[in-house]
Nanobody
Framework: VQLVESGGGLVQAGGSLRLSCAASGSIFSINAMAWYRQAPGKQRELVASITSSGSTNYADSVKGRFTISRDNAKNTVYLQMNSLKPEDTAVYHC??????????????WGQGTQVTVSS
C-alpha cells in the first residue's frame, strides 16, 4: 500500500492549487483521509480531514479557502486550495487509515508535495 501526492507547485498569493493523493495496493477499505502540512521550522499541523462518509474538518486558518473531498471509487483524496497566502507555504502530506490483508485500519502517509506561495 502506498500514497502518492501530486499537484504542488509555485503560485502567487491569491492563486489556487489542487492537490491529489491516490492510494494504491490491495486495499479493502479506507476510513478517514487527511491533509497535513509542515512549514520550515514548524511542527506538522492538520489542515483538513474527511471521513469515509464525507464529514469534514478544517483548521481555522484555512476555513473558507480550502476544500477537502474524496473519490472512494478511486481511493483518492483532494485538497482544493483557493485564495492562497504566503503563510500557506509548506510541504503538504496526505494520510489515510487503510484496511488491507495485512493490517486493519493502519495509517499510511504520502511522501509530501511542496506548495510555495509567493507574495
Amino acid at each position: 500500500v502506498q500514497l502518492v501526492e501530486s499537484g504542488g507547485g509555485l503560485v502567487q498569493a491569491g492563486g489556487s492549487l489542487r492537490l491529489s493523493c491516490a492510494a494504491s495496493g490491495s486495499i479493502f477499505s479506507i476510513n478517514a483521509m487527511a491533509w497535513y502540512r509542515q512549514a520550515p521550522g514548524k511542527q506538522r499541523e492538520l489542515v483538513a480531514s474527511i471521513t469515509s462518509s464525507g464529514s469534514t474538518n478544517y483548521a481555522d486558518s484555512v476555513k473558507g479557502r480550502f476544500t477537502i473531498s474524496r473519490d472512494n471509487a478511486k481511493n483518492t483524496v483532494y485538497l482544493q486550495m483557493n485564495s492562497l497566502k504566503p503563510e500557506d507555504t509548506a510541504v503538504y502530506h496526505c494520510n489515510a487509515d487503510i484496511t488491507h490483508s495485512g493490517c486493519y485500519n493502519c495509517r499510511y502517509w504520502g511522501q509530501g508535495t511542496q506548495v510555495t506561495v509567493s507574495s
